[in-house]
């Protein structure tokens, strides 16, 4: 795991498509309690609580007690995994594309 000693794989926590979007409402906001963020879904507080737990649980949130509120913020230093894989696959179409367009070329010829 990284330096966040993450309980969960990144990847894994941004498989599913309420997380990702969790994810943005959040990057969109710098912190926003449990019933602003749940008000944007429909599904009950709880559903959004345990998407919320599995993304704190993969480091990609951050939480904290403001009286009996909790408010959560985003921590965008994990999808760096997901970026640098990512980008590997990036280069590699880049690649090959390059390598498709000069067969191309060299059949036009």
Known sequence: MSENNQL????????DPTRRQLIRILAEAEELPLHELTAQFQMG??????????????????????????????????????QDWAAFYSKFWSTNMLRLNQLLEEEEE
């Open 45 to 82: 507080r709880t559903a959004v609580s345990k998407h919320l737990t599995i993304l704190k649980e993969a480091g990609l949130i951050l939480d904290r007690k403001v009286g009996r509120e909790t408010r959560y913020r985003l921590n965008a230093a994990p999808l760096r995994e997901i």
């Open 8 to 15: 969960r794989d990144v990847f894994d926590a941004v498989a």
